[in-house]
Nanobody, 120 residues
Framework: QVQVVDSGGGLVQTGGSLKLSCEVSGASWLVINIARWHRQVPGKQRELVAEVSNIGTKYADSVKGRFTISRDNAKNMGWLQMNSLKPEDTATYYC??????????????WGQGTQVTVSS
């Protein structure tokens, strides 16, 4: 059973940095084809923040130049480095991964979410 666990959130002041982690497990051999980070504020739609795949990376305009997404298939990990954080970045961040295993093929899996709070 493939599992995705995201972590690394916390409380940080405006201008600070956080690095979110996304750990994929549950198979002796797996490949992370696509890794995405979304965020959601209560009462608002979930927003796609960043994506990394074999094609490259994509970012929401609101985070370009401040956030960097990466992944390492050797470690079954993905990350979101967030710099120059602003209060409007406050949200629950979710990792979504398209993961391939020999038994299950390619499927999308979600982490449980990690809270990021940026104080002004």
């Amino acid at each position: 059973q493939v599992q995705v666990v995201d972590s690394g959130g916390g409380l940080v002041q405006t201008g600070g940095s956080l690095k979110l982690s996304c750990e994929v497990s549950g198979a002796s051999w797996l490949v992370i084809n696509i890794a995405r980070w979304h965020r959601q504020v209560p009462g608002k739609q979930r927003e796609l923040v960043a994506e990394v795949s074999n094609i490259g990376t994509k970012y929401a305009d609101s985070v370009k130049g401040r956030f960097t997404i990466s992944r390492d298939n050797a470690k079954n990990m993905g990350w979101l480095q967030m710099n120059s954080l602003k209060p409007e970045d406050t949200a629950t961040y979710y990792c979504e991964s398209n993961v391939w295993t020999p038994n299950t093929g390619s499927n999308y899996y979600w982490g449980q979410g990690t809270q990021v709070t940026v104080s002004s």
